[in-house]
């Protein structure tokens, strides 16, 4: 069976879109997406994102699976993403939204807000960050106390950690050279670290100024990419909590750079673009199996 996708990536983190409004469940299968993100003998990208019909009063439903075929409760820069793409679908069906744009989306990490910009800037209220250690999840610390530069021996060796959930768990190493990270080495041993029982994702930050930040992230399920949104949002969250930032920053990426502000309304909004890259049809061999 051949399916319609859009490929989009925001920052270099690229995913290809399927149009799944006429059913409640993703098109294809978690192994079916492994097949298609592969960049050799697939379409190649971080992930595959489904534009699912509207859950309760929001106006569509995201569900991703990552490129190891694992399910995240949702992604930052894949967001936007899927605001573009669905932009265009609504243009397709005669409904061009008015820029600014609003869009409520359903996902496993609660309703998210992406703002179409003029411009191609997406800007998306995260919504709040979660500091608890019950709510990363991680054993490091008791259940009701935050993680905040705390020890943890990954790899026979110490690291000062900060751990935020942005609706995804996130694990924060400031360091001094951010280029000297040997990421490909400690970012499996993070990810499967026995004090995240649901893995983790971890982002090593240099702070080069209180309002300039870099960062390289090895991402739960999908390895280095070269950007992560929620991941920015948890970096600066827990660079003020250390106080090594201002509460607006712009965060340098791999891929290009985010801006993030952590209102004193405690919600994180992040803005960036989001860019299509190319549209086509895939051929699934047992798309639509349960």
Known sequence: MTIPFSKYHGLGNDFVLVDNRDSAEPKISPEEAVAVCDRNFGIGADGVIFVLPATGKTDYTMRIYNSDGSEPEMCGN???CMAKFVAGLETQDGKQPELPHTYQIHTL????RPELKEGGLVTVDMGEPGLLAKEIPTTL????EKVVN???TVGQKDYQVSCVSMGNPHCIVFVDDVEAVPLAEVGPLFEHHEVFPARINTEFVEVVRPDYLKMKVWERGAGPTLACGTGTCALVVAAVLNEKCNRQVEVELPGGNLKIEWAENN???????ATLVFAGDVFVASAGRN
Do not use: K, S
Not at 109 to 112: K, Q
Not at 267 to 273: A, L
């Open 109 to 112: 990490a609660g309703v998210i």
């Open 267 to 273: 919600r994180v909004y992040m803005t960036g673009p």
């Open 141 to 144: 610390v008791a259940d009701d």
């Open 150 to 152: 705390e020890t943890l």
């Open 78 to 80: 894949g967001i936007r």
